[in-house]
């Protein structure tokens, strides 16, 4: 039972750099998204998506770039990279039963200097 | 002011303990009241759901939501060490659909 799983789980980036944090998903979820978790402030969306080709930005999407090409797969892509995204990235899934039920991944911890 | 407001703490307690947690919030529109558990290194799990206003209960977890008070709390009976996480309250207009998180209480049970 994988559930939602993220690659990398840490990565240290230098500022101006680029890189994709990858999340699939097995349970067959039309609904997925993006979080990022800094310490003390809760968790803010970024990116999220409604079904394979459609995705639509959060509260807080300048500096990445998201795609869904299937319905496995969410890849969130981060642009020249700042000190500012320094965070902890979630990538969670729903089945978009009106429950409140996020299925979230472990977390990729992300670095820049 | 923020739209989901949650007290960090952090909160600790001695085992056995009836633990409080509470959020306030500002959009009289949310519909849906979540609380979600999250261990250390850890992503999110969701404990409680609650639409609408009312009580609900799950074992030694109470969830209440006061809409009149843009009011949630969620009370743990008989506190144990394994309950030491943080709480996260999240509410959203439309079921699991950009759901807005509170900052989130870090709580410690000691044995």
């Known amino acids: 039972n994988a559930g939602v799983t993220q690659t990398p789980k840490f990565r240290i980036l230098k500022i101006g750099q680029s890189m994709t944090l990858q999340c699939a998903q097995d349970m067959n979820h039309n609904y997925m998204y993006w979080y990022r978790q800094d310490p003390g402030m809760g968790l803010k969306l970024i990116y999220y998506s409604v079904g394979a080709g459609i995705t639509d930005k959060g509260e807080v999407p300048n500096g990445y770039n998201v795609s869904r090409s299937t319905t496995e797969d969410f890849p969130l892509r981060l642009e020249l990279a700042a000190p500012s995204q320094t965070s902890v990235y979630f990538c969670?899934?729903?089945?978009?039963?009106?429950?409140?039920?996020?299925?979230f991944g472990e977390g990729s911890r992300l670095t820049v200097l | 002011q923020k739209e989901v407001e949650q007290d960090p703490g952090p909160l600790s307690v001695p085992e056995g303990a009836i633990v409080s947690l509470n959020c306030t919030y500002s959009n009289s529109a949310f519909q849906y009241f979540m609380w979600y558990r999250q261990y250390s290194r850890k992503g999110p799990e969701l404990l409680m759901y609650?639409?609408?206003?009312g009580n609900k209960e799950d074992g030694r977890f109470t969830a209440q939501v006061d809409k009149s008070s843009k009011y949630i709390s969620l009370f743990i009976r008989d506190s144990q060490p394994s309950d030491s996480a943080t709480y996260l309250c999240a509410m959203s207009v439309q079921g699991a659909q950009k759901l807005v998180f509170g900052q989130g209480t870090r709580l410690t049970i000691n044995p």
């Open positions: 969670a899934s729903s089945g978009g039963a009106n429950t409140g039920e996020l299925f």
């Open positions: 609650t639409y609408s206003s």
